[in-house]
């Protein structure tokens, strides 16, 4: 099965509440205790043009893990971050192509 990745784009009010976001994920993401099939992988990024954007892409080996993760999001991360009322753009999809250049 091709990976399947999720982007979560948000654009905070001010840089402050980016940052205390991101602190937040950081901090959450090392206690996820589930059963995985494969592996996960998360990556997080501030934005160097805007300092109130940041981004978390998340890529899965199974459809079950990402299932189980964003169930696990859904109630450990998920209302910090509405409390925080971001502009959100959500995108899923498999990945088509990926390359590695050195």
Not at 47 to 54: A, I, L
Request: hydrophobic content about 35%; proline content about 4%; overall charge negative.
């Amino acid at each position: 099965m091709d990976e399947i990745r999720r982007t979560i784009m948000n654009e905070f009010a001010d840089e402050t509440c980016c940052d205390m976001f991101i602190m937040v994920l950081k901090q959450k993401w090392p206690e996820f205790d589930g059963d995985l099939k494969g592996r996960c992988t998360v990556e997080i990024v501030k934005d160097t043009n805007d300092p109130r954007c940041m981004s978390a892409s998340l890529t899965f080996e199974h459809l079950d893990d990402f299932i189980l993760i964003s169930d696990w999001a859904e109630e450990t991360i998920i209302p910090f971050r509405d409390s925080l009322s971001p502009k959100t753009q959500t995108y899923n999809g498999v990945v088509e192509a990926k390359f590695q250049l050195e």
